[in-house]
């Protein structure tokens, strides 16, 4: 394993707790495999067996859900060190829920089943983050199923800007989504997502630049959530 993917690796939540210099014998250890893609190359297609989990080392992935109709939905973008396919190789239908494509030249390193098993049976430091790992999931799983119970689209916004606050722990923090991605996560058309963002600063509740968010009114954002229930 070259020395600057184990760097990488230990951005990941997998490998943070575990020492740099045991970071090479952990790997000898195992079987994985390192594969480059390039730019809109397809890494797994909806309905393929998944029995290994990806780590982006280099690049940039999307994991897309493509209709019929051609239309592709962006569900995730995943950067450096982030993983995919953790939640579906222990699971009973064990194939890809969606399309993942590289949005950039990418490098992806995959650890296959046996080898992840190996892994939690002897290293109590990987088994701890596998198992943060998959409550992380739970709990993103669990805040999209909370922004599916709010019905408007003023409702949405204010959730999610709510939980960027308590996430950053800040009343000014940074957009980490273009205003494209979060349309599509929020599940809102891009125009009325924009038209929403102006409403709540003309309303003196937020103010916004293109890559940063303000909330001047908490009180007031929290009291659309609260109407809402």
């Known amino acids: 394993m070259k020395k600057k993917f184990l760097n990488i690796l230990q951005h990941c939540i997998l490998f943070s707790k575990i020492d740099s210099l045991k970071m090479d014998n952990l790997f000898s250890s195992i079987n ?10 397809t890494i797994a297609i909806e309905g393929d067996l998944c029995n290994k989990i990806g780590i982006v080392l280099n690049g940039a992935v999307e994991i897309q859900k493509i209709y019929e109709s051609g239309k592709s939905l962006t569900i995730a973008t995943l950067i450096e060190g ?18 993942i494509m590289a949005c950039t030249k990418a490098i992806i390193l995959f650890i ?29 799983l669990n805040k999209r199923l909370k922004n599916m119970s709010y019905h408007t ?23 980490n989504k273009s205003k494209k991605q979060l349309s599509e996560m929020l599940g809102i058309p891009r125009p009325s ?6 409403k709540l600063r003309e309303e003196g509740i937020i103010d916004f ?21």
């Not at 689209?153 to 709510?162: D, H």
């Not at 606050?165 to 923090?173: C, D, G, I, S």
């Not at 303000?214 to 609260?226: M, Q, R, V």
């Open 112 to 140: 296959p089943k046996d080898s992840i098993m190996h892994l939690c049976s002897t290293n109590s430091l990987f088994l701890n983050g596998f198992m943060s790992l998959l409550s992380n999931k739970i709990l993103m």
């Open 32 to 41: 994985y495999s390192i594969k480059e893609y390039d730019k809109d190359e």
């Open 193 to 198: 997502l924009s038209r929403e963002f102006i």
């Open 82 to 99: 982030k993983i995919f396919g953790e939640a579906i190789i222990f699971s009973t239908k064990t194939t890809y829920p969606s399309t």
């Open 153 to 175: 689209i003023r409702e949405k916004l204010s959730n999610y800007i709510l939980e960027e606050h308590e996430a950053q722990k800040n009343l000014t923090f940074k957009m």
């Open 209 to 229: 630049d293109r890559n940063s968010i303000t909330i001047l009114d908490i009180t007031a954002l929290k009291s659309i959530l609260e109407n809402a229930e």
